[in-house]
């Protein structure tokens, strides 16, 4: 049987025997759902459920690649775009590992040229080294480390939103993605109104953009500054320069200075008399800068500091009102995972791998097509496995497998 | 709460205070044509062509209530009147007249005035939580009145943000007061009248029609065409410079190059020429691209690039300079450069 066929009646069969694995989104009859099929791909958008019941069947009956319903609230959920009648919206974040710097993509992401054919290891370059056309398929990988990643900066933006925003924890929704992040959404009725232009004002704050440090009290050599635990940007700017400081002194100082942005002298300066300012800052006052670093360079340690205690969200995710997020409960089609809603107190625990399975019991004979590296569902290990090999899986490995297109159903 | 006295609502004409206090006096739309409510006719007039002719309504006032009635009056005119451009220009005026009271308040008063009009606000403990200012704002109204200003200190992320509360200065309430007052005002005058309009009343709508006319003539403006590489914002300049360096773009970078192109009057056919100096140039793709965002196929919409915001936000701007401060959009750059390059010239000549 062809991959996609099988994998929709498997999907199916998933939500007829488990109806109650879809959670049923508040106010469900003002939201627009959208869909995905294993069948063509299409995108059936301006769908309104009035119960939770009616979208379960649905999902029975039509077993769709991926679900979405609407982080906003509309008068006639069904209607075309402009006749929707726009009520207000949740604000949503989206935090994926593929906005993430880790170290380990080189491992377990590739990308082929669309081109020339070239295959090359981490993220798609911006241009192909071998052709120079730049359109590529990525391939990525729901890795435990970039997945932890991930999950660190999803703690940085819910203290954000408590301690700067003052949005309480029960307001907050956090939910694995079924993939490769976390979304968080919060419902709040202070929020709900926003425009496009106020959310881009929330991202801009929570992503550093646009942050002059001289406007938080960082102004000129010889002042007093924030000290550590002022609130807001402020102190997030103390605590970020103080890290960058320690981290520059460090056998490894050069790399961190070079991310900041200083080049030369500058860089050996500061990684010998790093010390000073990390005394300085100690202090609260910044006295005197070492010879050598000026305020231009002074400035780039400060903004380095932010971007460290800033989040990396996806911007376009919370900017847009009108925003299909991917609904509760339901399968992701490149994982077979589900997207589930974690406690916040659950949060340091949770391990998806575990406990997003979906497909839980039984096993599955599949043909390897492409190199799989190594991985966890479950508790149990699995991997690496070679192309062209065939391999009796757990069904849930077989199905992550199936869905990146890693393997191919064993035909007898 | 009743702090507020009948000179108040001459002042701030706009507070639901003063519409509560004006139907207690009763005043209907059929008495307007009385003889002895002239003067609130003539006043309301003087507000709305004050506003269109100088963009702010006098301030100085004899009558307590014939200012705050006229101010009703006023809004009932530029609702007939029933053009975006007079609504737009009233409520600017009224709010600029409105600053000039708050400028004069302290900062119990300012208080009271903004709670009044619905915002989440209070007063802050400058010994205790913050030396520098005020007053602690509600990120809501904070963000609704601030979006419009570019200057980057008035951005959330410069702000002193702490539990959901925006700290700011009595000076920054003001002008935050002003652009919600603008916004109300706005919402008004776009309300629909009910019943028959006197005559009185209509006489006025047609002398301010006839006095928007006036002066439509010759305020169409001609943008000059041709193209001025050194009057182009640095974030288009960065754009243009990678795309002759055959530095690879970004979508949202081509976009911007080819719409603010495009739009300062560059002909699809120079733009499609010099896109073809990128390696991996497709003519056919491209022109297929260029004519869509000029308007010439698909939707027929004709793009505009993306505002400064939303080029920060992408990473295409690469440092504001001092007109940038004053601008939001990089089209608005080039014609401030092209009218004061004009300007000069015409001086020399």
């Known amino acids: ?412 | 709460m009743e702090v507020f006295t009948r000179e108040d609502w001459a002042k701030y004409p706009f507070l639901p205070g003063a519409s509560q206090y004006l139907r207690e006096l009763g005043l209907g739309l059929p008495e307007l044509d009385r003889p002895e409510y002239r003067p609130i006719l003539d006043r309301a007039e003087e507000r709305v062509r004050q506003a269109i002719l100088r963009g702010k309504v006098d301030p100085e006032f004899f009558d307590v209530d014939l200012e705050a009635f006229s101010f009703v009056v006023a809004l009932m005119l530029v609702s007939l009147v029933g053009n975006e451009y007079p609504r737009r220009r009233y409520a600017l005026a009224e709010a600029e007249r409105a600053r000039v009271y708050l400028a004069g308040e302290g900062v119990g008063s300012l208080l009271e005035i903004a709670r009044s009009i619905g915002w989440r606000i209070r007063k802050v403990d400058t010994l205790k939580e913050a030396r520098d200012y005020q007053f602690a704002l509600s990120l809501k109204d904070y963000l609704k009145n601030s979006v419009g200003f570019h200057d980057l200190r008035w951005k959330l992320v410069n702000r002193l943000v702490h539990g959901g509360w925006v700290y700011i200065t009595s000076g920054e309430a003001t002008r935050l007061l002003v652009e919600e007052i603008k916004r109300i005002i706005e919402e008004r005058a776009g309300r629909k009248i009910d019943g028959k309009v006197p005559e009185g009343l209509q006489a006025k709508v047609n002398q301010i029609r006839a006095l928007l006319s006036e002066r439509e003539v010759g305020r169409v403006e001609e943008v000059p065409k041709g193209v001025y590489l050194e009057h182009f914002p640095p974030c288009i300049k960065n754009l243009y410079n990678a795309l002759l360096g055959k530095r690879h773009l970004s979508h949202v970078g081509r976009f911007t190059l080819t719409t603010f192109l495009l739009n300062i009057g560059m002909a699809p056919e120079e733009v499609i020429k010099l896109f073809s100096s990128l390696t991996d140039f497709d003519e056919r793709i491209t022109r297929y691209q260029v004519e869509h965002i000029a308007g010439e196929r698909g939707s027929r919409t004709k793009y505009t690039p993306p505002k400064c915001e939303t080029l920060r936000t992408h990473g295409l701007c690469v440092g504001a300079d001092d007109l940038c401060r004053r601008i939001k959009h990089p089209l608005t750059y080039y014609k401030l450069k092209l009218r004061s390059a004009g300007r000069s010239k015409a001086r020399e000549g």
């Open chain 1, 1 to 412: 049987m062809e991959n996609r066929a099988f994998l929709q009646s498997l999907f199916s069969k998933y939500y007829r025997e488990n109806p109650n694995a879809i959670q049923e989104p508040s106010r469900i009859e003002s939201r627009e759902f959208g869909f995905l099929l294993f069948q063509g791909k299409v995108m059936i958008r301006h769908r309104r459920f009035e119960t939770v019941e009616e979208l379960r069947d649905f999902m029975a009956r039509v077993g769709p690649s991926d679900a979405y319903r609407s982080a906003a609230y509309y008068q006639r959920p069904d209607a075309s775009m402009d006749e929707k009648g726009w009520l207000g919206a949740d604000l949503a974040f989206d935090i994926d590992a593929d906005h993430l710097e880790t170290a380990c993509q080189k491992e377990h992401d590739s990308w082929r040229c669309l081109e020339c054919g070239y295959v090359g290891r981490g993220k798609a370059p911006e241009r192909c080294p071998n052709c120079g056309k730049s359109k590529f398929k990525e391939s990525t990988w729901p890795c435990d480390v970039c997945l932890s990643t991930a999950k660190d900066e999803l703690i940085k933006l819910i203290e954000m939103l408590e301690d700067d925003f003052g949005f309480s924890a029960d307001k907050m929704h956090i939910y694995f993605s079924g993939h490769r992040g976390y979304h968080l959404i919060l419902e709040d009725e202070e929020i709900r109104s926003l425009g496009q232009e106020e959310r881009r004002e929330i991202v801009d704050y929570v992503m550093a953009v646009g942050l002059v440090p001289e406007l938080h009290g960082f102004a000129k050599e010889s002042t007093k500054i924030p000290s550590f635990d002022s609130p807001g940007w402020r102190g997030r700017i103390a605590r970020g320069v103080y890290e960058v400081m320690h981290l520059a002194t460090t056998p490894n100082g050069r790399k961190e200075l070079k991310a900041a942005g200083v080049r030369g002298k500058t860089l050996t300066t500061l990684t010998e008399q790093g010390e000073n300012i990390i005394n300085m800052l100690e202090n609260g006052k910044i006295l005197k800068l070492p010879k050598g670093v000026g305020e231009k360079t002074w400035k780039k340690l400060l903004l380095r500091g932010a971007k460290r205690r800033a989040v990396e969200v996806d911007p376009v995710v919370t900017i847009d009102v009108h925003r299909l997020m991917r609904l509760e409960g339901s399968l992701h089609g490149k994982t077979g995972l589900r997207k589930v809603e974690i406690p916040l107190t659950r949060l340091e625990a949770f391990d998806p791998m575990e406990e997003a399975v979906a497909f839980d019991k039984g096993e599955l004979k599949v043909k390897i097509v492409v190199d799989v590296p190594k991985f966890h569902i479950g508790q149990e290990e699995l991997g690496p496995y070679r192309a062209g090999k065939t391999e009796t899986l757990p069904l849930a490995a077989a199905v992550l497998l199936l869905c990146k297109g890693f393997a191919e159903v064993h035909r007898d």
